[in-house]
């Protein structure tokens, strides 16, 4: 399915990428994906592409529907492409209207390393993301006993719900 060598060729730079780097370099790793080789059993995959001193890109894969929660990426910026199915970013907004965009196989989007957002993906969804630099934990946000609290997890952690949280924001004022 995958030729890590021709992956790590499409990977190499000098700099830390910028959003827009990340959201053009997952569109160009998506290229090299075969959708026909992928495994289709569980209930969900994440695969390491690359990684190297500037950047890393994961391709996921969720067979069930799947709600990351609101996290972080430890000071990483992330670009994303859709190969296939649909997935929605929404970014934590507290006090206004919740910026929520849907994107569906071949849309792309980045998100600056100071973010704070959560994605949904649909049954099916298949995603490259590409971090710069690479991640070093990932910020996992809930609300506990009225306080927002993040807890560190590690890069290959999956990231859980944040019913609190969500449940706190469909409640504002």
Not at 7 to 12: E, R, S, Y
Not at 23 to 37: F, Q
Not at 69 to 76: E, P, R, T
Request: with cysteine; net charge negative.
């Amino acid at each position: 399915m995958k030729d890590r060598g021709r992956f790590q060729a499409l990977a190499l730079r000098d700099h830390d990428l910028t959003p827009a780097e990340c959201m053009e370099l997952a569109r160009s790793a998506a290229e090299l994906v075969e959708l026909d080789g992928l495994e289709r059993e569980g209930d969900e995959a994440f695969e390491l592409l690359w990684r190297d001193e500037h950047s890393e890109a994961w391709l996921n894969h969720w067979s069930e529907p799947r709600d990351t929660g609101f996290h972080d990426h430890g000071g990483s910026c992330v670009g994303v492409h859709v190969l296939e199915g649909r997935v929605c970013s929404e970014a934590l907004v507290v006090g206004a209207p919740p910026q929520l965009r849907e994107y569906e196989a071949g849309g792309s989007f980045a998100a600056p390393a100071t973010g704070i957002h959560r994605m949904g993906h649909e049954q099916g969804a298949v995603t490259i993301h590409v971090y710069a630099p690479p991640l070093r934990e990932i910020g996992h946000y809930d609300v506990v006993n009225g306080e927002l609290h993040r807890r560190a997890g590690r890069p290959d952690e999956a990231s859980p719900p944040s019913p609190g949280l969500s449940d706190a924001l469909a409640h504002e004022p």
